[in-house]
């Protein structure tokens, strides 16, 4: 099987632009997680979807948002960007067949630069 | 709200050595456990996962952890390190019925030294 798959992997953006990220999951897997990942503040959960709805939600302003799509398919989206925002955005995907949590499996990841 | 935290920032070992990396955990019951490695520049790769069952965990690459209940830890170990073991190593949490909310350790740097 293929895995979790990210698009792109590299992208400079400059400060009040918004970005999307993409996330296709491992065929048949039904859960889609995002995480953020920088130096200071290690990886932290942005959310997760499950079945095109919103599962779980971090602690992270409303400029972050996502979606799932009928095929698993996951976007997010960033608007107004911050330097702040410049980090590694890891998508995972888990098949969700319960229990409620499962194992994920994660992608390599897009590496935002923010200038 | 769950919390882990490993002890150890960087370790330094030597080729052949063993390793032993340290995770605590802070949750009201018991939790599920993973170890994840990153290689730099890529995702994060499952080592190994506890949900119930036996307290010893055998993962990939020769890697196994010990749930240890009443010391709230997951520590990871592997008896013979390669140099390609070098990498950032992430215990994980997860609460039981809250969906696929994984909560990270800082990560433990491992330089394997030749």
């Known amino acids: 099987k293929a895995g979790v798959t990210q698009t792109p992997r590299y992208l400079i953006k400059t400060r009040g632009q918004q970005v999307t990220l993409s996330c296709s999951p491992i065929?048949?897997?039904?859960?889609v997680s995002w995480y953020q990942q920088t130096p200071g503040q290690g990886l932290q959960f942005l959310f997760e979807?499950?079945?095109?709805?919103?599962?779980n939600k971090g602690n992270f302003p409303g400029r972050f948002s996502g979606r799932q799509f009928s095929n698993s398919r996951s976007e997010m989206n960033v608007s107004t960007l911050e330097l702040g925002d410049s980090a590694l955005y890891l998508c995972?995907?888990?098949?969700?067949?319960?229990?409620?949590?499962?194992?994920?499996?994660f992608g390599p990841g897009t590496r935002l630069t923010v200038l | 709200a769950q919390s882990v935290t490993q002890p150890d920032i960087h370790i330094t070992v030597s080729e052949g050595a063993s390793l032993e990396l340290r995770c605590n955990y802070s949750?009201?019951?018991?939790?599920?456990l993973f170890w994840y490695v990153q290689s730099p520049g890529q995702g994060l790769q499952l080592l190994l996962k506890?949900?119930?069952?036996?307290?010893l965990v055998q993962g990939i690459k020769g890697f196994e952890a010990e749930f240890k209940r009443s010391q709230s830890s997951f520590n990871l170990r592997k008896p013979s390190v390669h140099w390609s073991d070098a990498a950032e190593y992430f215990c994980?949490?997860?609460?039981?019925?809250?969906?696929?909310?994984?909560?990270f350790g800082g990560g433990t740097r491992v330089l394997v030294k030749p």
């Open positions: 506890y949900f119930s069952g036996d307290t």
């Open positions: 949750y009201g019951a018991t939790p599920y």
């Open positions: 994980a949490v997860a609460a039981k019925a809250a969906g696929n909310k994984l909560t």
């Open positions: 995972a995907s888990s098949s969700d067949r319960g229990p409620s949590t499962d194992t994920q499996y």
């Open positions: 065929s048949g897997h039904r859960s």
């Open positions: 979807y499950f079945s095109e709805t919103q599962r």
